[in-house]
């Protein structure tokens, strides 16, 4: 040990740091996994046929399941999802209470994305008026579940949001509704309808985890060599020392 000497400010401050930077490596890596099984997930349940409307609410884990539809919107009740940005331009995304026929359930649709390039006029979109057929599939946010938060005892509409709990629209709408929000998949009555799964792929995740053990690397190696060096100057001076009392 008399030849290292690291310090003990330094010692606490690597006591405190390295564990933290560490277990950061860690959680990025735990989290790029997720993200890999969840994108895998997406891909097998996206290929698979579309279920009928009726097994929706029965089905345990419907996230990212395709399901046919047929009904009608409700044009009245419109809520636009705002700060969404697609290829570098701000725009909204559109979603609208949907009654599916065959069962009689409220569906909350997603029929994607519309630039919104002058705040100063509301953004412009049609509503089919007759009854038709879509396939769509649920969307659950990784980790929660989607909410959208708008106020449903509002009398203007559309309604800008940010964020809304389902439950609570339907209650205030009085009826029943399904609890996830549902995508359209691309076809006359959608617009722009291509979403990414996940904001950060799992390549991200990996780079982050590098990065973050890169650090505990260099921090753990600048205390090695400020120890080493305390020491081999503390070394120094004591052997200058000696020389002056001989």
Do not use: C
């Given at each position: ?13 690597v ?8 277990s ?13 099984a969840?994108?895998?997930?997406y891909?097998?349940?996206r290929a698979?046929e579309?279920?009928?409307s009726?097994?929706l ?14 009904g ?13 940005q697609?290829?570098g ?5 559109l ?9 009689g359930l ?9 630039p919104?390039?002058?705040r100063?006029?509301p953004?412009?979109?049609t509503t089919p ?6 396939d769509?599939?649920?969307?659950v ?11 449903p005892?509002a ?8 964020a809304?709990?389902p439950?609570r629209?339907?209650?205030a ?12 998949q691309?076809g006359?009555?959608t617009y ?6 996940v904001a ?6 990996l ?9 505990s690397?260099?921090?753990?190696g600048?205390y ?16 200058h ?6």
């Open positions: 040990m008399k030849r290292f000497r690291p310090g003990l400010v330094p010692t606490l401050m006591a405190m740091l390295l564990p933290l930077l560490v950061l490596g860690f959680w990025q890596l735990s989290r790029g996994a997720e993200k890999s969840l994108l895998q997930s891909a097998e349940r698979a579309p279920m009928a009726t097994e609410q029965h089905t345990e884990d419907p996230a990212f399941r395709r399901v046919r539809l047929h009608q919107f409700d044009a009245e009740h419109s809520l636009l999802l705002d700060n969404r697609r290829d331009k701000v725009g909204v995304e979603l609208q209470p949907f009654q599916d026929r065959a069962t409220w569906l909350l649709v997603n029929r994607g994305w519309l919104w390039p002058d100063r006029t953004p412009s979109f008026t007759q009854a038709l057929s879509l769509a599939w649920v969307y946010s990784p980790g929660a579940t989607f909410q959208l938060h708008a106020d005892d009398t203007t509409w559309p309604q800008l949001v940010t809304i709990e439950a629209l339907w209650a709408l009085g009826r029943d509704g399904f609890a996830y929000e549902l995508r359209a691309s006359p009555a722009q309808a291509d979403w990414p799964v950060m792929g799992p390549e991200k995740h780079a982050y985890a590098v990065q973050w053990f890169a650090l690397i260099a921090l753990l600048l090695l060599y400020l120890g080493w060096h305390n020491a081999k100057e503390k070394n120094n001076g004591s052997g020392e000696s020389t002056r009392h001989v």
